[in-house]
């Protein structure tokens, strides 16, 4: 038997050196420094990216610039805010507003098929407190932006008086046309189309309101580009001890929410041969001081048929009794409760479908007010009902005065009972028409419309004992 030699055990692997500390912290610290720049290099590009999107916040499919007046064009760039503006050819009425399609026979004179409803029909008083002008003719219901133009074009109150070319201020797309009348001077252009005849003024015009009268094409920021308010709120800031206000350069964004509605939602009057364009705001917002100013200067709108009298028009007065209301002194745009933000997939954007909150409750009413729609529709329905039957009052007070001062008149009475009669039946029936005209029935300042109202009732009864001698 051989003998073997015992084989020897493997020596034990020696452990590999450990990394000095130092080597473990640089590596640390490198893969940190790594991501950190990965995460500030990906912020960066985020932040590029947004101000790139800011710059351009919509698909540009086709240049805009101060001359595109047609919506439809607009369109190409904001489909889903153009979408909303077509839904203003919409007749909807709701209890105490809106409009009701009424069918009519189309004519060479008036192409139109469908109208609204007639207020003078459903109230025949418009047309004795109106007797001696065009709007005992014709007065119809407010209908949409869309409808703005050529309800203004075939009324036939452009039968019954001569207009002027300053009608088309707020009928109109007039931006674009004011500026290529005044050689790029939007004052010189408003001017010049204020002085044509209405015939002749309407050729320069093709759109109602349309997004370049309240949007920069460059930036889509909301402007105002009407020279009656651009002047109506200087000299109303004045008044307050602000001088040279410039709306464009002054106004915070959430005022020109409200500005540039109140271009047109305004009361105003044609000023001297030239047929400017004013907004009679020198005293103040309220019906009276509009009031004082005109008794100062003497402005007549016409004399009426029936009592002699110099008559006032209100016109459509939302901006300033807005301004009287709670509304305007929380802060709430007009386009917080008629454009109310809606999200369409994921954007939020204003909608265009200009329209009464109470056709539209839940997103023009209930952001702020937390109560079922229902009862928000009947806290509204009971203000406006209200007003309206106190306005009822006013209207047969106005109604009866003019009967007495009529009746007065064809027997021979005259001399200064007479005249300070014509005097009340003057401010008895602006008052009574500042509500009147206004488009919300008294919802905007459900307070103020009272309270002229009254007033409009107490001149009607100092017009009557002035009558009597008393």
Known sequence: MSET??????????????????????????????????????LLVNIFEKKAEARNPFFRVVELGEDTTDPAVWGKNFPMQYDGYRHTVDMVRTRHGGSEAIARTPSQADPRSIVAQSRLEEDPRLKVIWSGYAFAKD?????????MLEDQLFTERQQAAKQPGTCLHCHASVWAPYRKL???????GFETLNRMPYAEAKSHVTHPISCVDCHDPSSV?????????????????????VKDYDVNRDASRQEMRSFVCGQCHVEYYFKGPEKRLTYPWEKGLKADEILAGYEETGFKDWEHADT??????????????????????????????????????????????????????????QTCH?????????????IQERTYRLRNLAMDAVVDLIADLKAARAAGQAGENVIRAQQAHRKAQFLLDFVEAENSTGFHAPQEAARLLGESIDWSRKGERALSGK
């Open 221 to 241: 920021a909301l402007r105002v580009t009407r020279p009656g308010f651009i002047e109506g709120i200087r000299a109303l800031k004045a008044s307050q001890g």
């Open 182 to 188: 005044g050689g790029g001077d939007l004052f010189k």
């Open 5 to 42: 030699t015992p084989t020897s055990p493997e020596p034990a692997p020696v452990p590999a050196p450990r990394p000095p500390r130092a080597m473990v912290i640089l590596a640390v610290a490198a893969g940190v420094t790594a991501v950190v720049t990965v995460a500030v290099t990906a």
């Open 139 to 147: 007065f119809r219901e407010e209908r949409g932006h869309a409808y």
């Open 308 to 365: 002699g009298a110099p008559m006032l028009k209100a016109q459509h007065p939302e901006f300033e009794m807005w301004n009287q209301g709670i509304h305007a002194r929380s802060g709430v745009a007009c386009a917080d409760c008629h454009m109310p933000y809606k999200r369409v997939g994921a954007l939020k954007i204003s909608d265009h479908h200009v329209r009464s909150p109470l056709l539209n409750i839940n997103a023009a009413c």
């Open 370 to 382: 937390k109560f079922p729609e229902e009862e928000l529709r009947q806290r509204v329905e009971i």
